[in-house]
């Protein structure tokens, strides 16, 4: 059983900064494709950004590009979601998951992941 605990959510002014990251229990992290989805205040569980075993590929939600960046250091079992100017709609909780081993490429669907985190809130305030 894979375990993952999020850290470095918080309260931050509009324009401000978090680095949130994700400790995975799993010794072979580099087998997983990893990603950090979020749930906003109202809305469904969304996709925020994903990145390949190696870290040599990732990809983000057009509401974070350029704001955002995920990072691995596979090393450490460490899965970094490093946030810049960071906007009010921002707000929620913020989880890493790990894909399904039998799944190749990055992904962008919750239904792909088998392993989550409980999850970490950030409040961006105007």
């Known amino acids: 059983q894979v375990q993952l605990v999020e850290s470095g959510g918080g309260l931050v002014q509009s324009g401000g900064s978090l680095r949130l990251s994700c400790e995975v229990s799993?010794?072979?992290?580099?087998?997983?494709?990893m990603a950090w989805f979020r749930r906003t205040p109202g809305k469904e569980r969304e996709f925020v950004a994903t990145?390949?075993?190696?870290?040599?590929?990732?990809d983000l939600a057009d509401s974070v590009k350029g704001r955002f960046t995920i990072s691995r250091v596979n090393a450490k079992n460490m899965v970094y979601l490093q946030m810049n100017s960071l906007k009010p709609e921002d707000t929620g909780v913020y989880y890493c998951?790990?894909?399904?081993?039998?799944?190749?490429?990055?992904?962008?669907?919750?239904?792909?992941?088998?392993?989550w985190g409980q999850g970490t809130q950030v409040t961006v305030s105007s």
């Open positions: 998951a790990a894909k399904s081993l039998a799944l190749y490429g990055l992904g962008y669907s919750e239904a792909e992941y088998v392993y």
């Open positions: 799993e010794r072979t992290l580099s087998t997983y494709t």
């Open positions: 990145i390949d075993r190696s870290g040599g590929s990732t």
